[in-house]
T-cell receptor, first 112, second 111 residues
Framework: NAGVTQTPKFRILKIGQSMTLQCTQD?????MYWYRQDPGMGLKLIYY???????DKGEVPNGYNVSRSTTEDFPLRLELAAPSQTSVYFC???????????FGEGSWLTVV | GESVGLHLPTLSVQEGDNSIINCAYS??????FIWYKQESGKGPQFIID?????DKRQGQRVTVLLNKTVKHLSLQIAATQPGDSAVYFC??????????FGTGTRLTVIP
């Protein structure tokens, strides 16, 4: 199993541009998550999904959108990039709510 | 609100010594706790977890202790090795679909 795979690894965006961070998992997990991690801080939940077709907001959803059309994929969309969205983004998945959450390797995003 | 914090932001230990990383939480309703290790440039890696109906759980070279009375969690690493150098996060789950993470403790192992 590859686990949780995110792309791209690094990206620089200009203010106002849009982009999508891709995430896929091959563990047949029902739950998927997007977190952001600011320097020296813990992770904060942006959005999560409990299954295909279902998404919910986390702690810090503003400025982001997600979709879950398949069990495997959970892309994160930034519509109008702002400097405050400069961060490291982690996609994660778990079999169900009470199970271990497995993380991807992260996507480093800089908005200038 | 939720509060998951770590007592020490940095910890340096001699190779071969035992390490203890502490974590405080504030939500008495939290029923599941996890320790993650994060190496530079990588995603968090699961180390060990514990449910609130337990007070101790052991893995390979690691032990997690949970004291619900004082809302305290600790991670003990036996015979610390250079490869253990990383940032360690504790996280708590309150039953909702989220983990609340602390800010992390950086463990440095001195050869």
């Amino acid at each position: 199993n590859a686990g949780v795979t995110q792309t791209p690894k690094f990206r620089i965006l200009k203010i106002g541009q849009s982009m999508t961070l891709q995430c896929t998992q091959d563990m047949n997990h029902n739950y998927m998550y997007w977190y952001r991690q600011d320097p020296g801080m813990g992770l904060k939940l942006i959005y999560y999904s409990v299954g295909a077709g279902i998404t919910d907001k986390g702690e810090v959803p503003n400025g982001y959108n997600v979709s879950r059309s398949t069990t495997e994929d959970f892309p994160l969309r930034l519509e109008l990039a702002a400097p405050s969205q400069t961060s490291v983004y982690f996609c994660a998945s778990s079999l169900n709510s009470g199970n271990t959450i497995y993380f991807g390797e992260g996507s480093w995003l800089t908005v200038v | 609100g939720e509060s998951v914090g770590l007592h020490l932001p940095t910890l340096s230990v001699q190779e071969g010594d035992n390490s203890i990383i502490n974590c405080a939480y504030s939500n008495s309703a939290s029923d599941y706790f996890i320790w993650y290790k994060q190496e530079s440039g990588k995603g968090p890696q699961f180390i060990i977890d514990i449910r609130s109906n337990m007070d101790k759980r052991q893995g390979q070279r690691v032990t997690v202790l949970l004291n619900k009375t004082v809302k305290h969690l600790s991670l003990q690493i036996a015979a610390t090795q250079p490869g253990d150098s990383a940032v360690y996060f504790c996280a708590e789950r309150t039953g909702a679909n989220n983990l609340f993470f602390g800010t992390g403790t950086r463990l440095t192992v001195i050869p």
